[in-house]
């Protein structure tokens, strides 16, 4: 069974302030990570993957397979980073490429 | 391209009334998922589809059915609508099917409110 789990609902930081944005997976094969952003008003985005290894917006996520998380960092928060964030899973299997998503978690950047 | 398109954008239905929510994929893609998003919580694999065939189905009840069209648009179906049916309803499509490395783009979703 696949399964993420984003143990904060709710991160409040200062503008300029370090961001971490937790994410613990559970599934038994080789899995591809993803963060998806939700800004106000605007549809689910894709933030950045796993398979990329690539730094979007200044957020960078690490895949470390021995502690099963895919933590997303930003060093400085800016206002508009303000957003929900959802940490997904995709696994290969009988349900085709289906995302297994968190919960979510709200990170509000305050001024 | 305007992106994956849904309608309507809001519904309202009564408990056991039928519902039809439609799907236009990005131009080009194959695969067609379906997910639920209750509030306060991340969205639920309901379906996928790819070149007219189910590839994938979530655990929900046998109410909730989808079906691909040639144009590789897509419906999602759900009769017998209950009250925890209400819920925005996403739809994302794909280039491919069978790689978990494929980006799916979401939609702006349906919402649905069942009375």
């Known amino acids: 069974a696949q399964r993420v789990t984003q143990p904060e609902k709710l991160l409040s930081v200062f503008k300029g302030a370090p961001v971490e944005l937790k994410c613990n997976y559970s599934?038994?094969?080789?899995?591809?990570l993803f963060w998806y952003v939700q800004y106000s008003r605007q549809r689910l985005q894709l933030l950045l993957r796993?398979?990329s290894r690539e730094s979007i917006k200044g957020f960078t996520a690490d895949l470390n397979k021995g502690e099963t998380s895919f933590h997303l960092k930003k060093p400085f928060a800016q206002e508009e980073d303000s957003a929900m964030y959802y940490c997904?899973?995709?696994?290969?299997?009988?349900?085709?490429?289906?995302?297994?998503f968190g919960g979510g978690t709200r990170v509000l950047v305050k001024p | 391209d305007a992106g994956v398109t849904q309608s309507p954008t809001h519904l309202i239905k009564t408990r056991g009334q039928h519902v039809t929510l439609r799907c236009s994929p990005i131009?080009?893609?194959?695969?067609v998922s379906w997910y639920q998003q209750v509030l306060g919580q991340g969205p639920q694999f309901i379906f996928q589809?790819?070149?007219?065939?189910?590839?994938g189905r979530g655990n929900f009840p046998d109410r909730f059915s989808a079906r691909q069209f040639p144009n590789y648009s897509s419906e999602l179906n759900v009769n017998a609508l209950l009250l925890g049916d209400s819920a925005l309803y996403l739809c994302?499509?794909?280039?491919?099917?069978?790689?978990?490395?494929?980006?799916?783009?979401f939609g702006p979703g349906t919402r649905l409110t069942v009375l």
């Open positions: 131009s080009g893609h194959k695969s």
């Open positions: 599934y038994s094969g080789s899995p591809e």
């Open positions: 997904a899973l995709s696994g290969l299997g009988a349900a085709g490429n289906k995302l297994t």
């Open positions: 796993h398979i």
């Open positions: 589809y790819y070149e007219k065939e189910e590839r």
């Open positions: 994302a499509s794909s280039s491919r099917q069978g790689s978990n490395t494929d980006t799916q783009y």
